[in-house]
């Protein structure tokens, strides 16, 4: 069983960076899709950024493309994401989840993922 431990989340201004990282234990599979959620308030869960593990590929959603990053420390299993330039738009809960590595390939939808950490708040303010 895989477990997602989110952390880095606070305050921030428009503007200014963050980086948010998430923990990864019990690695199920041999290779695997790491990806960004968030969820503001009375909003959808949608998708940041995802990363296929072993080939080191991304995807970013178009809403922050050019401003954040994804990355991923093997020798310690943490996903980051540096948010930069944010704005009051990127607030919201950020959960890191993860997949099968196939499920990097698809649709960015958060049913496709089957474990999920449970969260750190990003508020913007302007």
């Known amino acids: 069983q895989m477990q997602l431990v989110e952390s880095g989340g606070g305050s921030v201004q428009a503007g200014g960076s963050l980086r948010?990282?998430?923990a990864a234990t019990g690695t199920t599979y041999?290779?695997?899709c790491?990806?960004?959620f968030r969820q503001a308030p009375e909003k959808e869960r949608e998708g940041v950024a995802r990363l296929i593990v072993n080939s080191g590929a991304t995807f970013f959603a178009d809403s922050v493309k050019g401003r954040f990053a994804v990355s991923y420390d093997?020798?310690?299993d943490v996903l980051y994401l540096?948010?930069?330039n944010p704005n009051p738009g990127d607030t919201g809960m950020y959960y890191c989840a993860a997949s099968p590595w196939s499920t990097c390939t698809g649709k960015f939808l958060p049913v496709q993922?089957?474990?999920w950490g449970q969260g750190t708040q990003v508020t913007v303010s302007s």
């Open 20 to 22: 948010l990282s998430c």
């Open 30 to 32: 041999s290779s695997y």
């Open 34 to 36: 790491l990806a960004w």
């Open 74 to 76: 093997k020798a310690g």
């Open 82 to 84: 540096q948010m930069n």
């Open 113 to 115: 993922y089957n474990f």
